[in-house]
């Protein structure tokens, strides 16, 4: 990891969502980590100074939110987004309004609004 790097961690059970969003960001100043689950992801964070969390919502044993929500207790100033194709998902809802979830991204994103996004959720790690 170089100076001036912010640690991402990418958490989907599709490994080409995974591969689609490090192909986004390889040109911008990150450092990305994958994880295939929620236990994974959480081993992970525990690992690594993690500042940004992209977490899909729907995975085997523990839904995205419920893996953000563990994030926020561990490491409340870390940027947590949930993507999602369930867009009216109540748990997604209450995750944002408890503020467990900062952003909400649907499913397909645009490639330019993820990476705007994901600059503008680590502006304060710069």
Known sequence: MQLNTCTILLVDDETNIQNSIKRILRSEPYFIITASSAQEGLEKFKEYD????????????????????????????????????????????????????????????KDDDLKDIIRRGLAPFF
Do not use: H, T
């Open 50 to 109: 993690i500042q940004l969390v992209v977490s899909d919502f729907k995975m085997p044993g523990m839904n995205g939110v419920d893996f953000l929500k563990e994030i926020r207790r561990m490491r409340p100033e870390c940027i947590r987004i949930i993507l999602s194709g369930y867009a009216d998902s109540a748990a997604v809802s209450e995750g944002l309004k408890n503020r467990d979830i900062n952003l909400f991204i649907n499913k397909p994103w």
